[in-house]
């Protein structure tokens, strides 16, 4: 029925494009997602539709989608084996969405929690509830029901937070299925539960709403500035330490071999670590994890011609699956040519597709 090879897994994701990823979506999401792409047929897309909601430059969408598309190719995502697009190079995508839309309750949209967060910010603040949201944003869920479905994908790596859309995205393949029969796919969400949050520059959970992060492809000077910065306490080098509360170690556990913390983790315990140390340390190891990274990140940047060919190669595969289901969903609906039908009752000229 879904016309997909059995026995290959598809999986799938959107990647917003807002701005320099940090070390804790590198860790937390951008790492497992590249990890999880190797056990099936993946398919990650910048989501610059979505993007649309709330960038409202031409330049600088352009720039973000080009930065964010560029930094996962940096990190390891291999275009040669993860079909990567843009998600309007493949405008099957936006058919698809209002087709749901049409299936979709109006009541289900009403509770999406950034739906409801914006309305609340509004309230909160003595305005209409609706005051600057615009129908893009609270028709979200949709169009991520659409990357998802148009693909037929079986996984969503997805953090907690993306988890109710996740949710609504079945709810809207299931209401369409009831009316029109088994048509769609029903996705699962893979949530990403890091097994602990990456801690930021001050202690706090790494979020850029904090200010307290460390973008992954800096350059080493800023690097190195930023590792300094990170707050520890004041306990002198000879002084006993407890490795689990403190900031350096909370990063530096995530990146260095298993040896190197259990070394670290003892000599905190003895007494006879100064976190300027520490730091260094943490600071050779980011910059060195990432220097490669670092470099074909710049490559790419300076080939833009280059980096578009991968996104439309990426966007030519995905279209041609994404036609497939339209193909099947326009059928169910009534909106395909009369001719594919062989009906009867319309005696029209048969076109052949
Ligand atoms: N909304 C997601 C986010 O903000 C990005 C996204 C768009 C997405 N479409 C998707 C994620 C489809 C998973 C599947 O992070």
Redesign the pocket.
């Known amino acids: 029925m879904t016309g997909q090879p059995t026995g290959t897994t598809t999986i ?5 494009p807002t701005g320099r990823p940090h070390l804790g979506n590198y860790l937390g999401s951008i790492r497992p997602a590249l990890a999880l792409a190797q056990t099936g047929s993946a398919y990650y897309f910048v ?1 610059d539709g ?1 993007a649309l909601t709330s960038v409202r430059r031409a330049g600088q969408l352009r720039g973000l989608t080009f930065e964010v598309a560029a930094t996962w190719i940096a990190l390891g995502l291999d275009p040669s084996r993860v079909t990567f697009y843009r998600q309007s190079g493949v405008p099957e995508i936006y058919e698809l969405a209002w087709i749901l839309a049409c299936s979709t309750a109006k009541g289900l949209l009403n509770r999406a929690h950034a739906y409801k967060a914006a309305m609340e910010l509004n309230q909160r603040a003595g305005h209409d509830a609706d005051a600057d949201i615009n129908a893009g944003l609270y028709s979200y869920p949709i169009l ?1 029901a659409a ?2 479905l148009a693909v037929d994908a079986d996984i ?1 790596p ?1 953090g907690r937070d ?1 988890q109710q ?1 996740i949710e609504m995205a079945r709810d809207i393949a299931a209401a369409f299925n009831r009316t029109y029969g088994s048509v769609l796919k029903m996705p699962e969400a893979r949530i990403q539960a890091p097994v602990q949050t990456i801690t930021g520059l001050d202690g706090r959970k790494m979020s850029k709403s904090y200010r307290n992060t460390i973008p992954v492809l800096c350059e080493s000077e800023e690097l190195h500035r930023l590792v300094m910065r990170i707050v520890t306490d004041s306990r002198r080098p000879e002084e006993p330490k407890d490795p689990e509360q403190c900031n350096v170690f909370a990063i530096y556990r995530h990146m260095a071999p298993q040896e190197e913390i259990a070394r670290l983790r003892r000599r905190y315990t003895l007494g006879g670590v100064a976190y300027q140390e520490v730091k260094e340390a943490l600071f050779q190891i980011l910059d060195q994890s990432f220097a490669p990274a670092r470099e074909r990140f710049a490559n790419l940047m300076a080939d833009q011609p280059g980096l578009t060919h991968i996104l439309e190669t990426g966007a030519a595969a995905a279209r041609a699956r994404a036609r497939r289901v339209l193909a099947r969903v326009r059928r169910a609906v009534g909106i395909d040519a009369p001719a594919i039908h062989n009906n009867q009752s319309m005696r029209l000229t048969a076109v052949t597709p």
């Open positions: 799938l994701t959107g990647i917003k989501a979505h991520m990357d998802i969503v997805v993306q859309h």
